[in-house]
């Protein structure tokens, strides 16, 4: 039995299943005009961020998804100069997109500037690059931001956001797509945090075809263990405006000044292997 | 807050984390002379069978882990005419391994009879190939009737076990891989479930020296997602005997008679690939 004072838990409705972290103590809670949040210290993930209930990011497996949600489509692209990052208010994605000496501009686009502000105070190791003048950051609404980006402006846009639902919603739509691919340059990619293949198949086929509907010629998704979401399997699905996403600039990837924990050139090929029953579901759309 | 007559929980202690699925009813419960087994019927994973307080077998995803178990060792395997399976009770293992023609011989060696009963019961999908005249059924200990085996006898070893406590202790030592060494004929391949490459590196770690020390000349970890284990992201390690295990059959797999819902040829590979950490954690053994 878990004790609610000792353990936060995640119950994922749909799903019928529940994920638990064991708590040391409460560090922070607050509501904000868009979510609450709570911050935890958990006895072994660190530092623990919960937006409206559900687990966001831990300071012990992070880098899975951060790294994942932004080298696949940079060393895909021929030359992301420009990144425009969705939500991601915790920063982490905006370190790793940083890292890239190629970026010569990284905005980042949060509704919830409390999010920002707590992941510095919290998580100071996501936000190293926050002062990198390379970065920029609105705290507005990313949906409108993206209705109003200059057409052909951007390389790549991530779109690290919560679950499809709440202030998230948007982020799902054609709608939204087709001003991605309005915003974006020939070669230009989108990035999406795409739930679990196991509960949320029917979510990734519907946003492969809306991303196909909004335009772009190719998508595809990527799968990896992340332990604090539903099912501790993860996705993320990318599409390509005049881009070919099944190869990517391994020379350059083989040869990063930087450190990854998760990401490699054969961790690129091997993300993008998808199950048998998730490809049939996928070609059928 | 979880209610305890409607979910059914299983911490994990050293990871500090739990996973738990939302119950319809508790179908049977019995202690046997080896551990203590429970069966429930879920919301959204059909029956669950629970040993030792741990779950171990779901309708709704078992197929990740009894394909991954099963296809990759007999695919990388020359001519896989014996096979042995140590624990692996539920029988779904068995199901895959005879799904291969070539298979001539497939031994059971569960300690725990109540295990299979309980599964020809409540998961009998999985136990449609027990009357295949190339199943045999021993309930007796699996350390000592590898002891006993005769040398040079066996082709695949698959220790489809429980965690590394209790009975199922002794599979991850050098002495029962020795046993495994000797028993294997030339070409030969051991496989054994190896828990979570993010809680568990040290164990695996670990396995692959005690391999090595047991006369098993190469040695690899492949992963996968299995959401009711802890973490949701578990592996298999295999161990060759005269055998690279770096190749295997693909056009044998391509031209596979059987139907599969995970693995595949390109899963083969990509299951293969190791995250950054694992892979420097594994190099410096």
């Known amino acids: 039995m878990l004790q609610e004072d000792q353990w936060f838990t995640e119950i994922c409705e749909e799903g019928g299943s529940a994920f638990s972290l064991?708590?040391?103590?409460?560090?922070?809670?607050?509501?904000?005009?868009?979510?609450?949040?709570?911050?935890?210290?958990?006895?072994?993930?660190?530092?623990?961020?919960?937006?409206?209930?559900?687990?966001?990011?831990?300071?012990?497996e992070n880098f899975i998804y951060h790294e994942m949600m932004s080298h696949p489509a940079l060393f895909t692209h021929n030359r992301p100069e420009n990144v425009v990052i969705i939500g991601g208010g915790d920063c982490g994605t905006l370190r790793e997109v940083l890292q890239h000496a190629e970026v010569r501009k990284a905005t980042q686009i949060e509704i919830d500037e409390r999010v920002t502000r707590l992941a510095e105070r919290y998580f100071p190791e996501l936000c190293t690059s926050n002062h990198d003048p390379r970065a920029?950051?609105?705290?507005?609404?990313?949906?409108?931001?993206?209705?109003?980006?200059?057409a052909d402006s951007l390389d790549i846009i991530i779109i690290d956001s919560t679950d499809p639902v709440g202030p998230a919603e948007g982020l799902f739509t054609e709608a939204f797509y087709e001003d991605c691919y309005r915003a974006l340059r020939s070669g230009g990619i989108i990035v999406q945090q795409s739930e679990s293949p196991l509960y949320h198949l029917?979510?990734?086929?519907?946003?492969?075809?809306?991303?196909?509907?909004?335009?772009?010629?190719?998508?595809?998704?990527?799968?990896?263990?992340?332990?604090?979401?539903?099912t501790g399997w993860w996705s993320c699905t990318l599409a390509g405006k005049?881009?070919?996403?099944?190869?990517?600039?391994?020379?350059?990837?083989?040869?990063?000044?930087?450190?990854?924990?998760?990401y490699n050139a054969a961790i690129h090929r091997a993300a993008g292997v998808l199950p048998e029953f998730v490809q049939v579901a996928l070609k059928a759309t």
């Open 242 to 262: 005049d881009c070919d996403l099944e190869t990517f600039r391994e020379a350059d990837c083989n040869r990063r000044d930087f450190v990854t924990r998760y």
């Open 136 to 150: 920029e950051f609105f705290f507005v609404d990313g949906i409108r931001w993206m209705q109003e980006a200059e």
């Open 202 to 230: 029917e979510l990734i086929k519907g946003m492969h075809q809306s991303m196909r509907s909004a335009g772009f010629d190719s998508s595809r998704t990527m799968q990896f263990s992340q332990c604090i979401y539903p």
């Open 22 to 60: 064991e708590l040391k103590s409460k560090l922070h809670e607050e509501r904000t005009p868009f979510q609450r949040i709570e911050i935890f210290d958990t006895q072994t993930f660190g530092h623990l961020m919960i937006i409206g209930g559900c687990t966001m990011v831990s300071q012990r």
